[in-house]
């Protein structure tokens, strides 16, 4: 299914409106991605972008795309140019952030701090919205392997959103430019799809949620890119264990902050880390809402588990450091140590806490 293309955005940082002005000096020098969306932008932004322009001239190493000349990455990994937003046909129904990009109904239910529960009936819509972001995912992980950009896994996630009437719920959350989430190796979460090729050996999660008949589901998996090395493939796999044993606590009457016990104490027991700074989400008619489900032991995480209560369980699970830095586009988050061996794994699936059990209507047992 072809999809049409709408304006390119602003390469000034938080910006995020569509641009149509092209640097002058980039196009001379061949370098893509520059966009900007007027003339005050592009001025205000001259002095950082200008060193793109030195950079691509001195030729060599130096000529990697870097929209950030100064900034100090933890890894190796380096942003690529990005492609035009997506666009979504008129029939599809979205949420209530899709134009102006502010959730306004998850800062109401903020303040109102309620957990919902869902009605059998609601159980059921949310099953459904979950089956098909299952299927959305298998099709961008059926397309990972080396010399794939992500950018072109972002593709194909959009169109399987739109054959299926989906909505996909990243798209224009607080402004996010694409489609889905793809993290590479030392990349913690949120990172932007991008024109990057996938190498050999890279380890690659995808993140999708899609928003259908009123519900949002949520789920990610981290796939292998070609062959991996033994530590890589140790680590998803204690993530995997580590959502795993999580969920065969849920049940009603249990305490949200038991769930970070369970993962920290089997990442430990396997030399890794648990990152504190992103958490697990209640998911229903919101994209994220109450309750907050920690990954790490120790939390103060408040309420209980009851009938119709749903919520993600997605344990971010490091090589080295729980710790974390943040790329200037303001999603791409990262392990905080300057070593490429530091990598992460996130593998995470929408549960509901129903009666006297739990409905993983988002599982796949296949993660690798």
């Not at 080295?320 to 905080?336: F, L, M």
């Amino acid at each position: 299914m072809a999809v049409a293309q709408v304006e390119n955005i602003c390469s000034t940082i938080s910006c995020g409106k569509p641009a149509t002005l092209q640097c002058p000096t980039c196009l001379k020098l061949g370098i893509k991605g520059s966009f900007f969306c007027a003339q005050e932008c592009f001025k205000s932004s001259w002095k950082v972008h200008k060193v793109v322009h030195q950079r691509t001239s001195a030729g060599s190493a130096n000529s990697t795309y870097n929209p950030w000349p100064g900034f100090e990455f933890t890894g190796p990994l380096r942003p690529a140019p990005l492609t035009p937003k997506r666009a979504v046909p008129d029939h599809i129904v979205r949420p209530d952030y899709a134009e102006e990009g502010i959730p306004h109904g998850e800062k109401e239910a903020k303040r109102a701090s309620v957990i919902t529960q869902l009605s059998p009936e609601e159980i059921e819509g949310l099953k459904v919205a979950c089956r098909l972001g299952r299927e959305v995912l298998d099709v961008g992980a059926r397309a990972v392997r080396p010399g794939v950009t992500t950018d072109e896994i972002d593709r194909l996630v959009h169109e399987a959103c739109m054959e299926r009437d989906c909505y996909p719920s990243p798209l224009n959350y607080y402004h996010f430019p694409k489609s889905c989430c793809t993290s590479v190796n030392e990349v913690i979460c949120h990172g932007i799809p991008d024109t990057r090729e996938l190498q050999d050996g890279d380890i690659c999660n995808i993140d999708v949620t899609v928003y259908y008949s009123g519900f949002h589901g949520d789920l990610n998996e981290t796939m292998f890119v070609g062959k991996v090395d033994e530590a890589s493939r140790q680590l998803v796999q204690t993530a995997y264990d580590c959502m795993m044993k999580a969920i065969e606590i849920v049940r009603p009457g249990v305490k949200y902050r038991d769930v970070g016990n369970m993962i920290q104490k089997h990442a430990q027991a396997n030399g890794c880390s648990v990152v504190r700074s992103y958490c697990g989400h209640g998911i229903n008619q919101l994209f994220h809402t109450v309750p907050n489900v920690p990954h790490y032991s120790k939390n103060k995480a408040i309420g209980v588990m009851k009938p119709g209560h749903s919520f993600t369980i997605e344990p971010m699970i490091n090589h080295g450091t729980w710790k974390d830095v943040t790329w200037p586009d303001d999603w791409t988050s990262t392990t905080a140590v300057s070593i490429s061996s530091y990598r992460l794994c996130d593998i995470s699936s929408s549960l509901s806490s129903y009666r006297t059990g739990s409905v993983q209507p988002s599982l796949n047992t296949r993660w690798s």
